[in-house]
């Protein structure tokens, strides 16, 4: 469910900071417009908060960003570093979903806005077509300016108890003209303007004429005052083709003059022209003549979004549900991109389970409201029920046909239309999509027929994320099952354990740690990597873990643990092989005993901060042969240590050198808090790189 808390209307000297700081930043690096985004605490997706130069219809299927999501503005804030796009085919080949959204000509850079103490969100700067393929290095000291002082007030924000917050409707920042002419120049202006052949006419950055000259009324064939302040392709039905909207969302998003030529019925071609800037678009329109043929008839006007809107609303919608990884992710996604394109207000997904009706998620109505409709018993008095049964859609305009279907319906959503749409998947409804608007809304056949086929689309989706679910959760409690429940209280010794699945796949793998009390003054620590990421590798990986304690609680040394879990791997002879180090804690004489069959070297920060590198002797891996020898490292303890194990997946990463790795990773030991493990812990795996492998992490501090 939608848990977004709105941003209070009142700007104060923060808000005028904030949109100050933004403006400068576009101005002093000569971007064309920016995009700020914020990341609630605790929050998993960045919000849309502010933008300027972009209006809010073309940014709208970016308002919110998951961490995980293939986007600049992601990757930017997951990884701490900027990242630049320099053009259209860079964009193309990195990131496919937001290039066919927005095929058009334009370098993009996204940033972190972070502190030392936190992250709080991210910016996302645009520049036009004709931008080089790098930043000048004036831009990107403007950039990073504008990065460290947009930080710095989202900082003081959360420091007076006013952290980022998600907001209903992403903020515009308009930029006040650089020069306002004077009453005479206005008035030579638009008599040089009227002299000229043709029309001429200008659009703000949301498309919306603010000047029309008469010859371009006349040309268009409307009244001045009714095209003032309208969008060409809703007031003038001819207008309402794809290419219309598509070069103005081309000419806005890549700075370029773009041209069309589209038939105003019945046989008048005109030519337009558009010429754009930071302030909106000048647009010059003349007759192109005719090709002699019959139009078709033009449909009558439409309310809501233009054709292209709606077009890249849904293409990205397609790409987005393809790539969505459970059911949650569908409903986001849904809810991200459907709403936009419709220009509607509310959404429901739904599905029958035991007989009760369960909400999956919604956006734009109150928690209360959906906790009072989940989990009711199906009835045909319920319209999402219904359509959950008969797998036929339902369209009312208004409340009153809403009620006239369902006596008993209470009006308590404050909308005014709803469209009830089965989810079908393999044939059969397996749940009901409701969108709702603020308004009466008609429901002409062609825009019934589209609703349909995107219920379909979003069905198919849920469909594939509900059987992802189960087996995430079957991996999920077969991997919990495997790996310790909970790690042992031993006096004198404070632990700290992470273990992160690999980002695709199952979520299981052969990754796991353990930490085994031997008796009141020692204890022993186990991390180990088994081959592969299935089914097999946990299983395997359960039978490593064992024997490992197996030896381990008998009193075996280091490198008899090994051995002798190395002699079981090999009578198994499962195909697959593993890597382990085994530590013996000495607590009282304040020493450690280290094993490693083919295992990542562990770090052993000292309590004055300094990180050693402890160089364990590498034995072959476990189940190669069984005539392994496992040579034993020992080191001393001294109080306030932290020993750190771990695996590879906490450090690899393509092109990247192993020891270059452990390096980076000292680097980030180094200056953490070792009287806080979780926190070092969480650090640590922050900082991985993107996970194609799982991670296990043990942090060992006596004291």
Not at 50 to 58: E, N, Q, S, V, Y
Request: hydrophobic share 40%.
């Amino acid at each position: 469910m939608d848990r977004r808390a709105p941003v209070p209307a009142s700007r104060g000297r923060a808000g005028r900071l904030m949109d100050r700081a933004i403006a400068d930043v576009v101005r002093q690096s000569n971007a064309s417009g920016a995009l700020l985004y914020v990341l609630p605490p605790d929050g998993n997706a960045l919000w849309l908060t502010m933008l300027t130069g972009t209006p809010r219809a073309i940014a709208a299927p970016w308002t919110r960003v998951s961490l995980d999501d293939p986007m600049p503005v992601a990757d930017a804030v997951r990884e701490r570093r900027m990242v630049w796009v320099g053009g259209r085919e860079e964009m193309a080949r990195r990131y496919p979903r937001p290039a066919l959204v927005l095929p058009y000509d334009f370098a993009l850079a996204a940033v972190p806005l972070a502190t030392d103490s936190a992250v709080w969100g991210g910016l996302v700067l645009l520049w036009p077509g004709d931008h080089p393929p790098h930043l000048t290095a004036d831009e990107r000291e403007a950039v990073e300016a504008g990065r460290r002082r947009l930080s710095g007030l989202l900082q003081e924000a959360a420091d007076r108890g006013e952290p980022p917050r998600p907001t209903q409707r992403p903020r515009l920042v308009t930029t006040p003209p650089e020069r306002v002419p004077s009453p005479a120049e206005a008035s030579a202006v638009a008599a040089y303007l009227d002299r000229l052949p043709g029309g001429s006419c200008t659009l703000d950055l949301n498309g919306r004429i603010t000047f029309i000259t008469p010859a371009a009324a006349d040309l268009v064939g409307a009244a001045p005052d009714d095209l003032l302040g309208s969008l060409p392709w809703e007031i003038l039905p001819w207008m309402d083709v794809p290419q219309v909207e598509d070069r103005y969302r081309a000419a806005l998003v890549s700075r370029r003059p773009q041209a069309f030529t589209v038939l105003r019925p019945p046989d008048t071609w005109l030519s337009f022209e558009l010429y754009p800037d930071s302030s909106g678009i000048s647009v010059r329109i003349t007759p192109a003549g005719s090709d002699g043929g019959t139009p078709a008839p033009q449909p009558p006007p439409t309310r809501g979004p233009g054709r292209a809107t709606v077009l890249y609303h849904l293409m990205h919608l397609a790409t987005s549900l393809t790539e969505a990884v459970g059911v949650q992710d569908v409903v986001n996604q849904t809810a991200d991109q459907l709403l936009p394109a419709l220009g509607a207000q509310g959404m429901v997904l739904m599905t029958a389970e035991d007989g009760r009706l369960k909400l999956l998620g919604s956006r734009g109505y109150s928690d209360e409201l959906m906790e009072r409709f989940d989990n009711l018993p199906l009835s045909q008095d319920i319209p999402g029920a219904h359509v959950l049964a008969t797998g036929e859609p339902g369209f009312y305009a208004n409340f009153g046909d809403l009620k006239r279907t369902y006596p008993t319906v209470v009006h308590e959503d404050r909308m005014a239309a709803w469209a009830f749409l089965p989810l079908i998947a393999s044939g059969h409804p397996i749940g009901s999509l409701l969108v709702a608007y603020d308004r009466p809304h008609t429901f002409p056949p062609s825009e019934r027929a589209v609703l349909t086929s995107l219920a379909g689309l979003v069905g198919q989706a849920l469909d594939r994320a509900r059987l992802y679910d189960t087996k995430h959760n079957l991996a999920h409690r077969l991997q919990s099952a495997l790996l310790p429940h909970s790690l042992p209280d031993i006096p004198g010794l404070r632990v700290s354990a992470r273990y992160h699945p690999a980002a695709r796949g199952l979520g299981v793998g052969g990754d796991f740690y353990d930490l085994i009390h031997l008796d009141r003054h020692t204890a022993g620590a186990a991390i180990g990597d088994v081959q592969g990421h299935n089914i097999d590798a946990a299983a395997l990986m359960g039978q490593v873990r064992t024997a490992v304690h197996a030896h381990a609680t008998v009193g075996a040394s280091p490198d008899h643990v090994l051995n002798g879990t190395n002699r079981l791997l090999t009578d198994l002879d499962p195909g697959l092989f593993s890597s382990c180090l085994y530590t013996h804690l000495d607590l009282g004489r304040r020493r450690a005993c280290l094993a490693s069959a083919g295992h990542p070297p562990p770090l052993l920060r000292h309590p004055d901060g300094r990180t050693e590198l402890l160089r364990v002797p590498p034995g072959l891996l476990l189940g190669i042969t069984p005539d392994a020898r496992y040579p034993a490292l020992e080191c001393d303890l001294p109080p306030g240590c932290v020993l750190v194990l771990y695996t590879d997946g906490l450090i690899e990463a393509p092109g990247v050198d192993l020891d270059d790795a452990i390096a980076a990773l000292a680097g980030l030991v180094e200056p953490a808090d070792a009287g806080d493990l979780d926190a070092m812990a969480d650090t640590l795996v922050r900082h991985a790189p993107t996970p194609g492998d799982d991670i296990a992490l043990l942090l060992i501090s006596p004291q």
